[in-house]
């Protein structure tokens, strides 16, 4: 078993998982994109993306480029890393994208945000391969003796619609409310969110 293999049965079974649904982000502080993000954006999507490699290349990298400038490099972006665990209980596989205020380039350390690509577009078989990875990211941070006062946040997208979710404790709290690329402004702006309350 994999990131990619639990349900939704599996991680209330298997970690005691319990499910909410709330609004994660209040009152966020839109964020003007660059111009440059807008260009790579709006050709991106003129080449098409039918494939998740093309979401990933096109759509999901150049707006956490954009993230990673708007805070100097403070944090580093793992694309297509492993995260193994415990292969025993399925915490193992490859993630598209791990965020961590670590700046150690080699291996995943400390991570604070998973960001998976939703396979055939279906965002929720993407939340919960997601959640199955903050859960893997959260036991990580235990083993290494990081102490995160946050907690952990994750996303599934399919490039063009955002889903936001936040990992506390044994509770997975999945954002009502979906996010677009459509509204990119509004979709910085969580994700700055997401830094702010993850940093120290």
């Known amino acids: 078993m ?3 293999d639990f349900t939704s049965k599996d991680l209330k079974n298997k970690f005691d998982l319990t499910f909410k649904f709330e609004n994660l982000f209040e009152d966020v502080k839109e964020i003007e994109p660059s111009p440059m993000l807008r260009e790579i954006l709006e050709i991106g999507q003129l080449a098409g993306f039918f494939t998740e490699k093309a979401r990933s290349e096109r759509l999901v990298s150049p707006v956490l480029m954009e ?3 708007n805070n100097q490099r403070s944090f ?3 694309s ?3 995260l193994d665990v415990d292969s025993q209980k399925g915490l193992s ?3 598209d994208f791990i965020l961590s205020h670590s700046s150690d380039r080699y ?3 400390a991570p604070i945000f998973s960001i998976v690509e939703a396979k055939k577009q279906d965002i929720e078989k993407g939340t919960i391969q997601c959640a199955a990875q903050l859960i893997g990211a959260s036991l990580l941070n235990k083993q290494e003796g990081t102490s995160l006062k946050s907690p952990i946040y994750g996303c599934s997208t399919t490039g063009t619609e955002w889903s936001f979710l936040k990992l506390e404790g044994n509770t997975l709290v999945i954002d009502e409310k979906r996010y677009y690329l459509a509204k990119l402004e509004e979709l910085l702006g969580v994700l700055q969110t997401i830094i702010d309350r ?3």
């Open 76 to 78: 580093t972006v793992y």
């Open 2 to 4: 994999a990131y990619s």
């Open 93 to 95: 596989g490859e993630c």
């Open 67 to 69: 993230l990673l400038r």
């Open 107 to 109: 291996s995943v350390t």
């Open 198 to 200: 993850t940093k120290g």
């Open 80 to 82: 297509g890393m492993r």
